[in-house]
């Protein structure tokens, strides 16, 4: 299995920047992409953006232009650089990894006031 612990959330004013770390222990071998998610209160988990080992990334269209996700090679933590944050983004975010021990992180979470 895939262990996953994400670090960083907290509160932030409108406009300003975040940086969340995943980092990932155990079978990281199976990891085939890692990826960012969140879900807001009342609403539908949705993607934040993905990476694969060869970087090839996907940003949902929310984020696109202001958050950045990176990973330098499979032993690294993942990042998700949030700037320009929005009250919308409010919301706990998990870390994901794919394959076949992949898993969720517990979550942190994102508050933006405005």
């Known amino acids: 299995q895939v262990q996953l612990v994400e670090s960083g959330g907290g509160l932030v004013q409108a406009g300003g920047s975040l940086r969340l770390s995943c980092a990932a222990s155990?079978?990281?071998?199976?990891?085939?992409?890692m990826g960012w998610y969140r879900q807001a209160p009342g609403k539908r988990r949705e993607l934040v953006a993905t990476i694969t080992p060869d970087g090839r990334i996907n940003y949902g269209d929310s984020v696109k232009g202001r958050f950045t996700i990176s990973r330098d090679n499979a032993k690294s933590p993942m990042y998700l650089q949030m700037n320009s944050l929005k009250p919308e983004d409010t919301a706990v975010y998990y870390c994901?990894?794919?394959?076949?021990?992949?898993?969720w992180g517990q979550g942190t979470q994102i508050t933006v006031s405005s």
């Open positions: 155990g079978s990281i071998f199976s990891i085939s992409a």
């Open positions: 994901q990894a794919f394959g076949r021990y992949g898993g």
